[in-house]
């Protein structure tokens, strides 16, 4: 029988830190290990028919950490767009990034324009970079765009609905996830998608993100495919 591919991934990609700890090596190499992984991850869910893929890479809480861990996030994010941009888009990918730009290194957010520029004709694959990205402030925005434009007498505020919302997110077209997989043993959200996430089918495993490869993202595929979905009616 056809399998249930899920049109629209999310993956938390969590455990970089933990990676590297085991080998004893700074957070960093950890975060370039996984960077790595991100390619591989878009790769497969090309090869597998997902339409839409989106990956948490840096919350809006994530700037906690310390500097020199931020500015290696930040780093890895400029030297991945650089060498994998071209591939990707060979091979049909639109990459889009999704967050607050407010705050982002000025050599990122080069980096993310140019390969948004590059990559916009692209359809067969989705991808949406979360970066510097929280749940509740996508929410937070939508709100208040809405509010702009009731207080300017363009918008009925009766007519605010969830649609309402969904159309303003930071990439409404990639809409509600089907499949969230968080990698690393939490199992919690962290402020992820956390409208889109409403009737996700959620896939935790304790693998961390670099050890998670093709046959791991198999995996949740073969557990999305098992499962029944319902979205609150019955069978
Ligand atoms: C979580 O691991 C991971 C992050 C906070 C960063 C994830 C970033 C990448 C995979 C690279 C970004 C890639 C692109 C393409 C922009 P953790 O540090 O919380 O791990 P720990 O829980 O083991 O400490």
């Known amino acids: 029988m056809e399998k249930n591919i ?3 991934t999310g993956i938390i990609m969590d455990g970089n830190g933990r990676w590297a700890a085991s080998r004893k090596a700074i ?11 991100v390619r591989t991850a878009i790769s497969f869910a090309r090869a597998s028919g997902i339409k839409a893929l989106s990956l948490f890479a840096f919350s809006t809480e994530n700037w906690k950490r ?7 996030i930040m780093e890895l994010a400029v030297e991945f767009l650089a060498k994998e941009t071209p591939e990707l888009k060979a091979s049909g990918v639109r990459l889009r990034f999704a967050g607050i730009r407010e705050g982002l290194p000025a050599r990122t957010l080069n980096s993310m324009a140019a390969s948004e520029e590059a990559t916009k004709n692209e359809s067969a694959l989705d991808v949406l970079i979360c970066l510097n990205y929280g ?3 996508e929410l937070a925005l939508a709100a208040k765009a809405l509010a702009e434009q009731a207080a300017q007498g363009e918008l009925d505020p009766s007519s605010i609905g969830e ?3 969904a159309r303003h997110l ?3 077209d990639m809409g509600d996830l089907d499949l969230l997989i968080r990698t690393g043993a939490e199992k919690r959200l962290s402020n992820f998608m956390l409208w889109q996430a409403a009737y996700a089918e959620i896939y935790f495993t304790d ?3 670099p050890d998670f490869g093709e046959e791991s993202f198999q ?3 073969d557990f999305y495919d098992s499962r029944q979905r319902r979205f609150g009616g019955l069978a």
């Open 6 to 8: 899920p049109r629209h």
């Open 27 to 37: 957070r960093a190499v950890g975060h370039r290990k996984g960077t790595e992984n």
């Open 66 to 72: 310390p500097t020199d861990e931020v500015t290696a």
């Open 135 to 137: 749940g509740r402030s």
């Open 163 to 165: 649609e309402a919302i």
């Open 170 to 172: 930071f990439a409404p």
């Open 207 to 209: 693998e961390l993100w």
């Open 219 to 221: 995996a949740a595929l």
